[in-house]
């Protein structure tokens, strides 16, 4: 099967990967409630379109952080793509660049950050955590800048151990990332999940706060962006100690059950930070409306995580290339049909929610 859209890319993956890389890759934490309903809750938000507008031509470039793109979608900092294909971040790199798409470089990559840079010539932005040895965070952010890297993205929802039951059941153990060959560890007592990399277990702060992300802000020259804020308490935070952006994240469900969608929680998060930083979203996004559904409701751009992984699974580069392509296609094909010729035209009011039986009392 040549698959024609997202859905279609996971079903051809999940026949070529190992049933333990593609449990990793799909899975999520303990009873994988907020994974089965995130799309039930993209669904319910329905589009309402508009007629009779001038849609000859269509234009979705945008900036993030002051750089320009070709269009609003980015790549996840997902750990390990070798989980997916041989070429791992290599891959995507240059599928990214092809495409026009900043990426997101993991630092539980397969290959290094600067292995990553060398790899193509597009927009990157490396993705490390707050260690318990402030000099190891610097160490990153200097790395990354010196490889021209153009912002550190802090992911600040795993300082707790998840609990990943299909790779309980599996067994899985992740591969240790090169980033970290020749870190010397201490023997912290906490612990991480064993499908965590090895390297990882004992470094990431668990006691971490807002006054340690000051201290980082000031440290670095780079544009700071917070990755895993889900309410507008936080999003207000972020925003007072330096973050230039936040990603509205629940890392795909991954490390805490039976929370919101990040797209419930966009609009009040947007509310909070008042064009005080760039806001961004990840977490379920499958098809060209759910893009523009993020961005009506006030996301200047999203992220894609799993998709890659099945782009990268069913043809590498160029499997990456077309998951692009075809949510791009989308795009602006729904774009379009609701009357929208650029991304500045995408507000709220091109949006419903609930039921038909909720619409119709609250319009009568």
């Known amino acids: 099967m040549d698959p024609i859209n997202i859905f279609e890319y996971e079903r ?36 309402r379109p508009r007629m009779l507008e001038d849609v000859s031509k269509i234009d979705i470039t945008t900036t993030v952080l002051g750089m320009q793109m070709r269009t ?96 309980i059941r599996n067994k899985y153990v992740s591969v240790s990332p090169p980033n970290y060959d020749g870190i010397k560890l201490k023997p912290y007592s906490w612990n991480f999940s064993p499908d965590a990399p090895a390297g990882l277990n004992d470094i990431r702060d668990p006691g971490a706060t807002w006054e340690h992300l000051d201290w980082f802000v000031k440290s670095t020259p780079l544009p700071v962006v917070l990755k895993g804020i889900m309410t ?43 064009d005080g930083c760039e806001v ?8 060209g409306s759910d893009v523009v559904k993020a961005l009506a409701l006030g996301a200047r751009a999203v992220l894609i995580g799993r998709p890659v992984f099945w782009g990268l699974a069913v043809n590498g580069e160029e499997g990456v290339r077309d998951v692009v392509r075809i949510l791009v296609e989308e795009l602006e094909m729904t774009m379009a049909m609701c009357g929208k010729s650029k991304l500045a035209d995408l507000k709220r009011d091109m949006l419903g929610w609930g039921s038909p039986l909720e619409r119709i009392l609250d319009n009568p």
């Not at 961004?280 to 098809?287: E, S």
Request: proline share 4%.
């Open 12 to 47: 051809c993956a999940q026949e070529k990967l190992p049933r333990e890389q593609y449990d990793f890759i799909v899975g999520g934490a303990t009873d994988e409630i907020t994974i089965r309903r995130t799309r039930e809750i993209w669904d319910s938000i329905l589009l």
């Open 72 to 167: 609003p979608i980015m790549i996840d900092p997902a750990g390990d793509h070798a989980r997916a294909h041989f070429l791992a971040e290599s891959a995507t790199a240059k599928a990214a660049a092809a495409e026009g798409l900043l990426m997101f470089v993991s630092s539980a990559a397969r290959l290094t950050l600067e292995q990553i840079a060398e790899a193509a010539s597009g927009p990157k932005v490396f993705q490390q955590y707050l260690y318990r040895d402030p000099e190891l965070s610097l160490e990153f952010a200097n790395r990354a800048t010196e490889a021209g890297y153009s912002a550190i993205c802090i992911t600040v929802d795993s300082k707790v151990k998840p609990k990943r039951e299909r790779n």
């Open 280 to 287: 961004y979203i990840d977490g379920g996004i499958r098809r």
């Open 232 to 274: 507008a308490e936080d999003a207000i935070l972020a925003v007072q100690h330096g973050a230039s952006g936040i990603i509205v994240s629940n890392h795909g469900g991954r490390q805490l059950d039976t929370t919101y969608s990040t797209i419930e929680v966009l609009p009040e998060i947007v509310d909070a930070v008042n």
